[in-house]
């Protein structure tokens, strides 16, 4: 199976979404919004609603490091280009973003306030989509397919709704040839090839690519990026908008689910099959 | 109280997907107003038979959208779904949770403000209010969720509810809602699509029964299939399996491709990664079959066989065979 990137860059008569002015166009830039997450192999809980996040099992969401993976890949191949790597969250979340910085994305740009705290999918986008405008504007943004922790994938296409620049979600392939960008993604039921001109917002899947490590010069390297660190003041966001104080849904209960009961296991000393036909049939599931 | 929005997901033939009636069984619960389906017509128009079921579901509107625009774009889909819901004064909209849905309902979000669910497995109302359920972290925790906003949009879990007709069946009223959807919306072309052609067994994220494959098999999908094909059920694999190319990435159950809960899961030559665990948790029953006795799957089934599965799935298959009869 390969998993090839395709890329066949060449930035030509790119506008921003924001930012450049003409006469002064700056270097191609790529924003990657990523988060970070409790471990999905370390035993999460929620209080109070909320997933807990200080629990020191935070990492990167590893879809995220398709996100980044792709942005270096475009930027490599078309031999320009500035990769800066956005996320939202409380104090440890700068590990995400440190990490973007390892694998060799250029600066990093990390939200935190505490009125974020609560913040639904909506309302983070909302926080993304002013930090991308705040630094500028991007060529193009690239995000994970889904946040490991939540799993609902609002984001992507509402940081797009909200910067007002087309989404093309779930990317497998990715190709950005001038100023159009395609994707082949692969749905349900269908496949489509997705075409629109820059800026844009692509989400990658883990078919995209396979991730760079960070090697140790590429960590020694990182330690002298710049990591800007930005408040709701500076973003100009209302308070209200975002935190527990926007939330649009509330978890009223949430628990862990019991173990099952009465579970069975036999090895298997000639007749499992004939055991497994007779439990089936016994508890009416064929 | 105001109608209720149903999406209609729907085939290239016009036939309702399977999850849609579950969808239609649980909005009837959630209004006494009337149930309203809402057809994106892209190219495909409901067929007879897709009426005559809503009808039998108690769906007493279809909506067909239709549009200057590509209606299959989320972006333009979105506007016209809020044309309609100002059109019908409806404040909720159900669809099926799929990737494409979960597109539409974050552009509902920032178009309309509304509360977005996804992946859900339960509703209510409790004194007015909306109230959600859902499993969260890979199938380990519940959660109850109320949505505070006037419109809210839910994406619901395929095999969340057992389907049941309206207590009277009514013939649904068809419409046309046209829009013209903004410059912004159709910045996206659809420059090829290509529906998966069909199988002949149900689809894998709405199956009631799924047999899947892991690196156990070795590639060997044969007599999984012949199992699936015994029990009326979905074949799915492991992320291993797919990258071996042994079978199609389509057929992916986990966090990034398939999330299942069908009410029986049978898995052959599975370990359980906490990546697949996370997209077949939630099933009703787990049935293991694993040389290793230590793979972690054993943690969660219901029913495990430590042995070879080139023996133990060919004997089950030929005992229920036996006892079908």
Known sequence: MTRSIVVRVRWANRPRCTGASEGNVPDVKIVVCVKHVPDIQSDRQIADGRTVRDGGDGTLNELDENALESALSLVEAAGEGEVVVLTVGPDDAVDAVRKGLQMGADEAVHVVDEAIAGSDAIATARVLAAAITHVGGADLVVTGMAGLDGLTSLVPAAVAALLDVPALPLAAQLEVTGSTVRVTRHLDHASEVLEAQLPALVSVTDQANEPRYPNFKGIMAARKKPVTTLTLADLGLDATLVGAAGARTEVLEAAPRPAREDRVLVTDTGDAGVRLAAYLVENQLV | ?325
């Open chain 2, 1 to 325: 109280m105001s109608d209720i929005l149903v999406l209609l997901d729907h085939t290239s033939t016009g036939a309702l997907r399977t999850p849609v009636r579950e969808l239609v069984t649980l909005a009837r619960d959630l209004t006494d107003g009337g149930v309203h389906g809402v057809w994106a017509a892209d190219g495909a128009e409901p067929s007879a038979d897709a009426l005559t079921e809503l009808g039998e579901l108690g769906v007493t509107h279809v909506h067909r959208l239709t549009s200057d625009a590509d209606v299959r774009v989320p972006a333009v889909l979105a506007e016209g779904v809020v044309g309609l819901l100002d059109a019908t004064g409806a404040r909720t909209l159900l669809a099926v949770s799929s990737f494409e849905n979960k597109e539409l309902a974050a552009y509902l979000a920032v178009a309309t403000g509304a509360g977005v669910v996804t992946d859900a497995d339960a509703l209510e109302r409790v004194d007015g209010t909306l109230v959600v359920g859902k499993t969260v972290f890979a199938g380990t925790w519940t959660t109850r969720t109320a949505v505070r906003t006037p419109v809210a949009v839910v994406l619901v879990k395929a095999n969340s509810v057992v389907v049941s007709p309206a207590p009277a069946a009514v013939a649904p009223q068809v419409g046309e809602h046209a829009f013209t959807a903004s410059a912004g919306a159709s910045r996206v072309r659809v420059v090829e699509r290509t529906e998966r052609p069909a199988t002949g067994r149900p689809d894998l994220g709405s199956a009631h029964i799924v047999v899947t494959g892991g690196r156990g098999t070795e590639g060997d999908f044969t007599a999984l299939e012949e199992l699936a094909d015994v029990l009326g059920g979905a074949v799915g694999a492991t992320r291993v399996a797919t990258d071996e190319g042994w079978i199609g990435h389509d057929a992916q159950i986990g966090q990034t491709g398939v999330t299942i809960s069908p009410r029986l899961y049978i898995g052959a030559g599975v370990s359980g990664a906490v990546h697949h665990r996370g997209g077949m948790q939630a099933s009703g029953t787990i049935v293991a079959i694993n040389t290793d006795p230590d793979a972690p799957i054993f943690e969660i089934a219901d029913f495990g066989v430590v042995g070879d599965l080139t023996t133990v799935v060919p004997q089950l298959t030929a005992e229920l065979r036996r006892l079908k009869g």
